[in-house]
Nanobody
Framework: QVQLVESGGGLVQPGGSLRLSCAAS????????MSWYRQAPGKERELVAI????????NYADSVKGRFTISRDNAKNTVYLQMNSLKPEDTAVYFC????????????WGQGTQVTVSS
């Protein structure tokens, strides 16, 4: 079965860094665009970053541009989100998402990992 297993969340002080990981299984990883979403309490889920392939297109929300970097390792079926210069407003549950490049109806979600930025 399809699985997206996330890790790396936690508590960090403002200005600090975290790296989130999402290990994928049960589908052909290289045929999927991978992305990170986040959802803060009382807010809608929003797209943070997306990567089509290891050397392909990336895009970021304006709020994280220049601070976050999305990457993927197709050999390890893993996508990462490097988060630097973290701010309290980055506090949210972060979700890994996979969407088929050729079969876009195929969409999978991870369970989410909590990121808390606080002094």
């Amino acid at each position: 079965q399809v699985q997206l297993v996330e890790s790396g969340g936690g508590l960090v002080q403002p200005g600090g860094s975290l790296r989130l990981s999402c290990a994928a299984s049960g589908f052909t990883f290289r045929n999927y665009a991978m992305s990170w979403y986040r959802q803060a309490p009382g807010k809608e889920r929003e797209l943070v970053a997306i990567i089509i392939s290891a050397d392909g297109t990336t895009n970021y929300a304006d709020s994280v541009k220049g601070r976050f970097t999305i990457s993927r390792d197709n050999a390890k079926n893993t996508v990462y989100l490097q988060m630097n210069s973290l701010k309290p407003e980055d506090t949210a549950v972060y979700f890994c998402n996979a969407r088929g490049i050729y079969l876009m109806r195929n969409v999978y979600w991870g369970q989410g990992t909590q990121v808390t930025v606080s002094s």
